[in-house]
């Protein structure tokens, strides 16, 4: 599982991806929140009524798409 790679403080920080990504934002606006949120943006897209997402968090990659 990636929550063993993760450190204690980035496991509390993990879930604000999900709750970012479903957030009624812009794209640009998300990728605000998880820049300040301590994540590193590789991307957010809106496509065919889903959100895109990918992001780093410390070594470890995470993935999310959501229905809009």
Known sequence: SRNALLSPSERKIAPDFHRILTSPLTPEDKTSQLENAGFT???IKEMEGRVLGAVHLGRVRL???VEI
Request: no cysteine; glycine share 0%; hydrophobic share 35%.
């Open 41 to 43: 943006v590789d991307y």
């Open 63 to 65: 993935i999310d798409n």
